[in-house]
């Protein structure tokens, strides 16, 4: 099904705004996406009918946030078809999702000297969890390589697996190439050695279809904010085997079965991970953004950002001296590049003036700046609402500044 971008524009209203008297071209979506009113509106409602606190109220009110909180988390459950929802436990962002299962997994799993495996394109989020624990408890990160494409080398990644492995944590998509990364092919290497394996699906979950049964992935995170829902929701999908096993991440509040100074219980799933008072307001907008992402159709939603990546890539490749980072074929919706000559920086700052909006540095992957012997890039990454007309704005900006200098 072709989408009719004008429509869905008109449900963001962020993107008929104007930077510097240009109209915005929003080229960040890698970082967040814009939301759609729906979201919005949802979470006013939530404040203004529904706003109580969750879980332990008798009162009316209490009741019925509990359950747009509940129901919100089914929708999520069903998004990546999850068995159940009590799989599906709320955090405040993959980063946070990520720091729980380094905590609790490597506490439960994880002696001196055990292994975890990353990959050398992964985001910080999936890097200084595990270091942490190299210090608290000597567990050992071991890095698989990529090519010069950008893409890992899966029988070098195979190789670094050892009687030690505890866990393969890798980025579905990588914020910065685009990879997209052969998890089906991980999983199933990692299962024949009892693995368990952690999916980073920041990058994915708002581009591919993703189906956590079938996939059999053992854990997988992401971020609402970047799914065209609110700030300050994580996800974090777990199977209940590890999930049971795993200690709680922090104490208070929901998370507790019975308190006593002489010994504390916890909580049943997925509650035991949900420390204090939850974000309900946000959660009950998340699952407004699935909804709305689900009745667009992610398989429309890839096709057409296939068409912007292409598109872009064959435009920017035309200007001389410019280097794209990430050339592999299966990629999603992201182009980092350089041109020679001009600092990331500077092509950052001066978009801007034009009006475009993209995210330049390290993207909080320095492991794979070294990597390509760079300190930054220049990314732009589209979501469905952008359009062909934006990408040429966007080429004929970086060709103006090629020129300047
Ligand atoms: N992992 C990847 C691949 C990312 O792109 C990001 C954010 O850019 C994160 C993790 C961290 O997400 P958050 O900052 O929402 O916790």
Known sequence: ??????????????????????????????????????????????????????????????????????????????????????????????????????????????????????????????????????????????????????????????KLITPKTKLISVAHVSNVLGTINPIEKIIEIAHSHDIPVLIDAAQSVQHLPIDVQKLDCDFLVFSMHKVYGPTGIGILYGKEKYLNEMPPYQGGGEMIGHVSFAKTTFNELPFKFEAGTPNYIDIIGSGEALKYIKKIGLDSIKSYEDELLRYCTDELLKIDNLHIYGTVENKCSVISFLVKGIHHYDMGMMLDKMGIAVRTGHHCAQPLMDRFEIEGTVRASFAFYNTIEEVDIFISGVKRIVSMF
């Open 1 to 158: 099904m072709s989408l009719n971008i004008n429509e869905i524009r008109k449900d963001f209203p962020i993107l008929s705004t104007s930077i510097y008297n240009k109209p915005l071209v929003y080229f960040d979506n890698g970082a967040t996406t814009q939301k759609p009113r729906c979201v919005v509106e949802a979470i006013e409602n939530a404040y203004y009918q529904v706003n109580a606190n969750v879980h332990r109220g008798v009162h009316t009110l209490s009741q019925r946030a509990t359950d747009l909180m509940e129901e919100s988390r089914e929708t999520i459950k069903d998004f990546i078809n999850a068995p159940h929802s009590r799989e599906v436990i709320f955090t405040k962002g993959t980063t946070e999702s990520m720091n729980l299962v380094a905590h609790s997994f490597c506490q439960q799993y994880c002696n001196e000297g055990d292994e975890i495996i990353v990959t050398a394109m992964e985001h910080h989020a999936n890097i200084v969890p595990w270091q942490l624990q190299e210090q608290i408890r000597g567990v050992k990160l071991r890095v698989a390589p990529i090519n010069d494409k950008g893409e890992l080398l899966i029988d070098e990644l195979e």
